[in-house]
């Protein structure tokens, strides 16, 4: 009985530390060429270090139980000389090997073309800016929290943190990049699959720096252009009464003196561009889904849901909450 | 036992140093309408705070992360514009020893919150009242005459005038061969 289940416990434990290695945040689930580089990185310099940590332990435990022999009175400094020539021979030699190979696996990195997507990305207290910028002004257009790639076509991010050093990490597509102040960073992302990939930030930047997340969305091409194209358009003007008294009570309150929706007279640059904040599968980087439930309640309190974050609580009356959370849930 | 005492008090005086100031995160929506029942005079100069703001120990005055928010308000609301480092600009200097309307509190909260004549727009309608009051705390403190134990961030760029804490508009303070402003007071 109690075999049985120490069994069942074994397995269970056995299946939770392989499921964290599959999942839609994890280096050990590459799907792009810089993160395979890095896995492939990871895997040579465990095993190595494993079988080094083998071998001195059973030379250890070997000599620990070797029967002690009467020595001869003067020990050859011959095998002397050979023992430390050959560990020191062979610690320049595996440090030699690791410094190359991971030299070679990271300079690969951020290695892109010339026709390349790019992204503009800013890191704040406490979300993410992207700003899409196409070979023509007209292409460009901005959105939070969460980017679309086409599947296998070169990404590059041009990363910028305006307030505290932030880091961009998405774990199954890339290793890490700083967004530092004052200096512009660069980071080739590419998805070989199309998948959601979670990615956070990976540089402490203040009380809520474990609610920064975003989303990587990998679609085809085709997925992408419709996407992107669909981001590109003015929020449309809402028809029905309760969306457009929501949008009254948006432009009214001090939403807009923060948040953009293109097409409306909110143009607020400092928060998270909203135009077509419905569309996206979270809000408040990467805090909840996004519903009109959890619009509300972000809404209605942001200070109590992510507390220090730069969003007042606006008082707002049950109605003006009603409606507005309403008409940002309609921004599709 | 002098040692003894001396160990004590010394350990009792880091300890006490371990207090970290208290940010308040979340205003409860009773004390925010509260706040913004200012009392003015009927020129729209001075007059008096709500209880409440006493009540609360003035922490628009003497709260550094205040002081802090009121700092990242005065450039994500385009203060910067008119009024550039405090130097003045388009709009008038909040270092010359010159308050068009007073250096009180609620001066500089109704003049943010209702807008004055010749161009300061309101902010009723941008932001919310506990941002006014920090963004007023903070314009007074750059104002102030006298040094602040509490500071707001520093800048990440070069500075232009001494720090808020440092009293610039007394250090910058300069009445020339002949004052300014002919009605503007005692001398700091």
């Known amino acids: 009985m109690i075999r049985a289940i120490g069994k069942t416990?074994?397995?269970?434990?056995?299946?939770?530390?392989?499921?964290?290695?599959?999942?839609?945040?994890?280096?050990l689930d590459a799907h792009g060429p810089s993160a395979v580089s890095l896995k492939q990185l990871i895997i040579v310099i465990v095993v190595v270090?494993?079988?080094?940590?083998?071998?001195?332990?059973?030379?250890?435990?070997?000599?620990?139980?070797?029967?002690?022999?009467?020595r001869p009175a003067t020990p050859s400094p011959h095998r002397m000389t050979v023992a430390v020539t050959g560990a020191v021979v062979a610690t320049v030699l595996i440090i030699g090997t690791f410094t190359v190979i991971s030299f070679l696996a990271t300079h690969a990195l951020g290695v892109a073309g010339q026709d390349d997507l790019t992204i503009r990305v800013r890191g704040l207290q406490w979300w993410w800016?992207?700003?899409?910028?196409?070979?023509?002004?007209?292409?460009?257009?901005?959105?939070?929290?969460?980017?679309?790639?086409?599947?296998?076509?070169?990404?590059r991010l041009k990363l910028e943190g305006l307030d505290v050093i932030h880091s961009f990490w998405v774990p199954s597509l890339a290793g890490k990049q700083d967004l530092v102040p004052g200096r512009s960073n660069e980071l080739t992302i590419r998805a070989d699959n199309p998948g959601v990939y979670r990615g956070q930030c990976a540089e402490f930047c203040g009380m809520q720096h474990a609610h920064m997340a975003l989303l990587v969305i990998a679609q085809s091409q085709d997925d992408f252009d419709r996407w992107s194209n669909a981001q590109r358009q003015a929020a449309r003007q809402p028809a029905e009464e309760e969306l457009a008294a929501?949008?009254?009570?948006?432009?009214?309150?001090?939403c807009a003196g923060c948040h953009t929706i293109r097409g409306t007279a909110a143009t607020g640059k400092t928060g998270p561009d909203l135009t077509h904040v419905g569309s996206r599968r979270t809000i408040a980087a990467g805090l909840f889904e996004t519903t009109r439930g959890?619009?509300?309640?972000?809404?209605?309190d942001p200070q109590t849901i992510k507390p220090g974050n730069n969003m007042p609580m606006v008082p707002l009356t049950p109605d003006e909450l009603r409606t507005v959370s309403?008409?940002?849930?309609s921004l599709k | 036992m002098k040692r003894m005492t001396g160990v004590l008090l010394g350990l009792a005086t880091a300890l006490a140093g371990c207090q970290r100031e208290e940010r308040q995160l979340r205003?409860?929506?009773?004390?925010?309408?509260?706040?913004?029942?200012?009392?003015?005079?009927?020129?729209?100069?001075?007059?008096?705070?709500?209880?409440v703001y006493f009540a609360l120990g003035k922490p628009y005055e003497v709260n550094a992360y205040n002081l802090s928010q009121g700092k990242r308000l005065y450039s994500w609301f385009g203060c910067k514009a008119c009024h550039g480092d405090g130097q003045g600009g388009i709009g008038p200097s909040f270092l010359d020893g010159w308050w068009y309307y007073g250096p009180e509190m609620v001066s500089i909260f109704a003049s943010?919150?209702?807008?004055?004549?010749?161009?300061?727009?309101?902010?009723?309608?941008?932001?919310?009242?506990?941002?006014?009051?920090?963004l007023a705390g903070y314009v007074q403190a750059i104002g102030s005459y006298e040094g602040k134990t509490a500071a707001p961030s520093r800048n990440d760029e070069k500075q232009t005038r001494p720090a808020e804490n440092r009293a610039p508009a007394k250090l910058l303070f300069d009445e020339g061969p002949i004052p300014v402003h002919a009605d503007q007071g005692p001398t700091p």
């Open chain 1, 326 to 329: 309403a008409y940002l849930a």
């Open chain 2, 112 to 134: 943010i919150r209702d807008g004055r004549p010749h161009g300061m727009p309101a902010y009723r309608d941008k932001m919310t009242t506990d941002q006014i009051w920090q």
């Open chain 1, 294 to 300: 959890s619009l509300a309640a972000w809404i209605a």
């Open chain 2, 27 to 51: 205003l409860d929506p009773p004390i925010a309408d509260a706040l913004d029942r200012i009392a003015l005079m009927p020129n729209g100069i001075s007059g008096a705070p709500p209880d």
């Open chain 1, 9 to 27: 416990c074994m397995r269970a434990m056995l299946a939770a530390l392989l499921a964290d290695c599959s999942g839609w945040q994890s280096a």
């Open chain 1, 49 to 70: 270090c494993s079988l080094v940590w083998m071998l001195v332990m059973t030379t250890m435990i070997v000599a620990l139980l070797r029967r002690r022999e009467v």
């Open chain 1, 129 to 155: 800016g992207f700003e899409y910028i196409g070979p023509n002004p007209s292409d460009r257009f901005e959105t939070a929290n969460e980017i679309h790639i086409p599947v296998g076509r070169n990404v």
């Open chain 1, 246 to 254: 929501g949008l009254q009570t948006f432009l009214a309150k001090p």
